[in-house]
């Protein structure tokens, strides 16, 4: 049985087990403040659960390819969406920071929980 490693935690899966049902099902903070409650809900068409993955997963879909050549994702082809993704073997995930996790640093990493990000503060 594949294993995932993700905010400090891992645990194990299905081989074909859906990323995004897995990490939630986990209580793994996936989305932005704002994308928890805006989002497709696992159809490929919103990108907010956007992540980095190593490991043994499946190629990519049409759906995720459509969403993921268009600004904010283009500029990271190496990450995918959790929620088009099928574990196929040991993975490791990392979150970015943004609304899309488009960012650079990272908000969590597959050994370490969340960070607190510094805030911007408002004029």
């Given at each position: 049985?594949?294993?995932?490693?993700?905010?400090?935690?891992?645990?194990?899966?299905?081989?074909?087990?859906?990323?995004?049902?897995?990490?939630?099902?986990?209580?793994?903070?996936?989305?932005?403040?704002?994308a928890?409650?805006?989002?497709?809900?696992?159809?490929?068409?919103?990108?907010?659960?956007?992540?980095?993955?190593?490991?043994?997963?499946?190629?990519?879909?049409?759906?995720?390819?459509?969403?993921?050549?268009?600004?904010?994702?283009?500029?990271?082809r190496?990450?995918?969406?959790?929620?088009?993704?099928?574990?196929?073997?040991?993975?490791?995930?990392?979150k970015?920071?943004?609304?899309?996790g488009?960012?650079?640093?990272?908000?969590?990493?597959?050994?370490?929980?969340?960070?607190?990000?510094?805030?911007i503060?408002?004029?």
């Amino acid at each position: 049985m594949p294993m995932i490693t993700a905010e400090g935690k891992t645990f194990e899966v299905a081989e074909g087990s859906n990323l995004r049902e897995a990490l939630l099902e986990q209580d793994i903070n996936l989305y932005s403040a704002g994308a928890k409650v805006f989002n497709c809900r696992g159809h490929g068409t919103c990108g907010t659960c956007f992540i980095g993955v190593e490991g043994s997963v499946s190629e990519p879909t049409e759906e995720e390819t459509k969403r993921t050549i268009f600004h904010p994702h283009f500029a990271h082809r190496e990450r995918r969406l959790a929620c088009q993704v099928k574990v196929m073997g040991n993975v490791s995930i990392t979150k970015f920071e943004g609304y899309f996790g488009d960012g650079e640093d990272s908000i969590w990493t597959p050994d370490r929980g969340p960070v607190e990000l510094p805030s911007i503060p408002l004029p």
